[in-house]
């Protein structure tokens, strides 16, 4: 890393408030050398109907971003296709939204930036336009070629790490198997000693099943599964509890004493965690080779140009990226 942190902020869906959060978040000073990759005009039009006094400028390809001054954005154009209305989805755009996902990607390998900001998109309509999109933690996964990676959700005093992301309820127990669980729990392991300096993280591990299987009599994925799992990565030098019921979990002595819960499905622990902090909360992609941090919600498209969308969230992300980027320049 250079001396400053260096961050680049995709804007996100530009119907929805990935403009608004990301503009707002930028009247904020910060440490760090922050770009944006977006449409310029519908970022000075947006920045217009929510009346933000900003001065943008454009940066070439070759050109890195001067340390931040809150209220001035520097900006890496991608054009939309068709002309944005505030709130209402275009799949025209679609394609502009995954560019600017591609060109941060580029901008990353090329060593430019040592993190990436994402604004939320809406998945929906990248999908109808015909292009395939999961997410953006798969999306970072495939461009980096990492077969294993993490989604971390963090707010103040927590941090909640998914053994599985987005997948129907029904098809989780097959997607769990001793060998994924291990790398996962060698993705948190290493990345939390990586980016938190955290000399042996201490992971809670939830069962899946209630009461944590009930020793076999409500299913038997703890004893066939989780445990033999856990066994392994003690072995490892990884420090991981047996399987803890996930609905006393979060009161118990596991938990607070944890740096990270390792939850077994995506509505498992992520509901406990927004509900103590949600619009500040961060997501985090672990088992990259870079940084990739983003907003804790979606577009809120009926917020968008408003002024009523909160930035915190995005702040946030951009604080938790420059934390982990000084943190693995030690």
Known sequence: MTEHARLVITAGEPAGIGPDVVLGALQSPFDAQL???????????RAMALDMDLQFTL????????LHTPGKVSVY????????EPGRLDVANANHVVQTLETSVQLLK???????????????????????????????????????????????????????????LREVPDAITRESLLRKLEIIHNDLMRLYGIARPRIAMLGLNPHAGESGHLGREEIETITPAREEALKRGIDVTAPIPADTAFASKQVLDADVVLAMFHDQGLPVLKARGFG???????????????????????????GKASPQ????????????????SL
């Open 110 to 168: 090329d060593k430019r930036f040592d993190a990436v900001v994402t604004a939320p998109v809406q998945k929906s309509v990248i999908n109808d336009s015909g292009l395939t999109f999961t997410g953006h933690t798969e999306f970072f996964s495939e461009q980096f070629d990492s077969e294993d990676v993490v989604m971390l959700l963090v707010n103040d005093g927590l941090r909640v790490a998914l053994a599985t992301t987005h997948l129907p």
């Open 77 to 84: 154009h991608t054009s939309c296709a068709s002309p944005v």
């Open 59 to 66: 940066l070439q390809p070759d050109t890195a971003p001067p």
């Open 280 to 306: 500040a909360s961060v997501n985090i992609t672990l088992g990259l080779p870079t940084i990739r941090t983003s907003v804790d919600h979606g577009t809120a498209l009926e917020l968008a140009a408003t």
């Open 35 to 45: 770009a944006v990759v977006g449409d310029v005009q519908v970022l000075e039009q």
């Open 313 to 328: 969230s995005m702040k946030a992300a951009i604080t938790e990226a420059i934390a982990c980027a000084q943190h693995q």
